[in-house]
């Protein structure tokens, strides 16, 4: 059973589309953690409030980034 040629291309596609979704996500959430640690550090916080302010605040923005890429038309 031979499988059409121009099929595999659009499962490379999709596979490479949707993991650099995941990678891009896992950046954002870093970024923003990684700058509420810093200003916790700065500030000689006790507790790491920025940090779960801008972590939480990445998730946001990541998660946007996500259904604004999915719901864009090719």
Same mark, same amino acid.
């Given at each position: 059973?031979?499988?059409?040629?121009? @099929? %595999? %291309?659009?499962? !490379?596609?999709?596979?490479?589309?949707?993991?650099?979704?995941? !990678?891009?996500?896992?950046?954002?959430?870093? $970024? +923003?953690? +990684?700058?509420?640690?810093?200003?916790? @550090?700065?500030?000689?916080?006790?507790?790491?409030? +920025?940090?779960?302010?801008?972590?939480? +605040?990445? $998730?946001?923005?990541?998660?946007?980034?996500? $259904?604004?890429?999915?719901?864009?038309? @090719?």
């Amino acid at each position: 059973m031979m499988t059409d040629p121009n @099929e %595999k %291309k659009k499962d !490379f596609s999709n596979f490479a589309k949707y993991s650099s979704i995941g !990678f891009q996500m896992l950046a954002t959430i870093g $970024v +923003f953690a +990684f700058a509420g640690y810093k200003i916790d @550090e700065y500030r000689n916080s006790k507790t790491p409030i +920025f940090t779960a302010i801008l972590s939480l +605040f990445g $998730v946001i923005l990541s998660l946007y980034q996500v $259904v604004k890429q999915l719901n864009k038309k @090719e």
